[in-house]
């Protein structure tokens, strides 16, 4: 078995087996080789639920009682796919690699993706064992092979990765970091052409601690990943050899459970890279793997293997895969656990929110009303004090500045703005204008005014305000439209969409901690709406989702997973769908982490061909005063890159020296 290593957790799936016997053992598969066919469920049973060390023990058994060699004799009695996994299992690590190898480089054409995985994967004591292994096997010497079959940059790379001899110290020095980002940035983005050489150099030797510190740094100075970055500057086989390299230093677990999933999808399985990836991981970090799987796709790596292969090669892979992510039950899975503990940390976090826009020191409101009306008189206008003056003042000292206004001047200032600037400006600079209330109402109004309703807006702005802030948004719609909220909602929406915001729209959400108790009865209500028919489930969530206190849904959201092993933003996706889903997972979402949820919303407004402004305007709006500046940390965290960046990149002129403004820095 693969150590631990002191302190650490065992992350393999194959363990050893207990009271093992390698005498008992070869007896039992030379007997299930015996006379005519063979007992192929006897023999993956058993070499599949032992560990590689003891596998060598029942090979040298095997031969010392029989006489013959046990792969030879599998070779023999074993076809296909299954003698490969079975075969495969039965060599050494290092062994393995490099049968692996020597098929990759042998015969016509040479099997890259191969030699990219396991070169690009290993580590420094795996790369000498598979050096020598590949020696000791073939009579042949690796290198000498790899530059026989590869040319170019790619060959170089793979020759410094076959010296293993990377660096290993866990000590990062930030002037060697921020050197070696700058070295990269100028081998590439900045060059005419491209230094490989400097790319092989660092990519190549660095530590993974160091190299991890050189990629966030590189984003800092490039504005874009690193990955990004070797796709535009690299190109062919090399290109794909250091994408690997970095995909493993980022995460290693990620790597493989992306190359598993592509082995399956589509038409056919790649079962060559599957065989190789259930192999050489079982007993390292299968369930690493696993957890990465199921968070990534959505579905178990099991479930996967289960749905994509047949019989005795798939009993074989199941057992190696060593559990089912998606079945409920003792068994509590890495995927679960891991959502379990998000729903524990947010449960647990007191963040304190913080805004980006803070009431001005010695705030004069006659002052500023002079600025602004010496801003839009005469011939044309002057933007920039009008964006500096709104968009660095309060909510309340706007209001301030309004009534100054007309007192002073006998004009409305509102009117006044909306002659003078237009277009998505316009829609900003008159939004910071309006009370949050006011404002809220306004766009719920106009999501639902005229053909057709934005069920976008109102599912953003009734999953994520507070009990006091919808009452005040109720009151604003009344004087505002003459109309309530929610009759207006009732005339425009229908179904089980039309009761959530009704019921989000009333700002009766309970208040107080978790209960313990009830979070476990309201979980098992949750857990047995899955049996109910489809508008029965709907109610039963609902009735959960849109009246609990949030500290007490965290409670219920953990409980679920207990239940369950899923987590309940994938039941909602799974078993919800239309207006409905969409509602419920932003009323989740927005639970777990209200910031990421705007930081999430603010990325879609910029991502992709065109800017969804009044999206964008709306957040930063309403956001501004609140929790800005912690929904610009998640957006770093979340896409690698700085709102502030986002906003420079994707928005333009006067309007984006407004935002910039509101976000309040580039982190």
Known sequence: MAPTGKGKRYRGAVRDYPNFNASQDAEALHKAMKGIGSDKEAILELIASRSNIQRQEIYTVYKSLYGKDLIDHLKYELTGKFERLIVGLLR?????????????????????????????????????????????????????????????????????????????????????????????????????????????????????????????EYAKIAGKDIEDSIKGELSGDFEKLMLAVVRCIKNLHTYFAVRLYKSMKGMGTADNTLIRIMVSRSEIDMLDIREEFRSLYEKSLHSMIKSDTSGEYKRALLKLCGGDDDAAGEFFPEAAQQAYKMWELSAMATIEPKGTVHPASDFDPVKDCEALRKAMKGFGTDEGPIIDIITQRSNAQRQQIYKTFKSHFGRDLMADLKSEISGSLARLILGLMMTPADYDAKQLNKAMAGAGTDEKVLIEILTTRTNKEMHAINAAYKAAYHKSLEDHIKSDTSGHFRKILVSLSQGNREDGDADAERAKEDAREMCDASDADAGSKETRFLSVLCTRSYPHLKRVFQEYIKMTNHDIEQIIKEEMSGDVKDALLALVRSIKNKPGFFADRLYKSMKGAGTDDRGLTRIMISRSEIDLLNIRYEFKEMHGKSLHHYIEAETSGDYRNALLSICGGDD
């Open 92 to 216: 050494p690590p290092a062994y393995f690699d490099a049968k692996e190898i020597k098929d990759a480089v042998d015969g016509i054409g040479t099997d890259e993706k191969c030699i990219i995985e396991i070169l690009a994967s290993r580590n420094n004591k795996q790369i000498h064992e598979l050096v020598n292994a590949y020696s000791d096997a073939y009579g042949r010497d690796l290198e000498a092979d790899i530059i026989g079959d590869t040319s170019g940059h790619f060959k170089k790379m793979l020759i410094v990765l076959l010296q293993g001899a990377r660096e290993e110290d866990d000590v990062v020095s930030e002037d060697l970091v921020e050197q070696d980002a700058k070295d990269l940035y100028e081998a590439g983005e900045v060059k005419w052409g491209t230094d490989e050489a400097k790319f092989i150099t660092i990519l190549g030797n660095r530590s993974a601690c160091h190299l991890q510190r050189v990629f966030e």
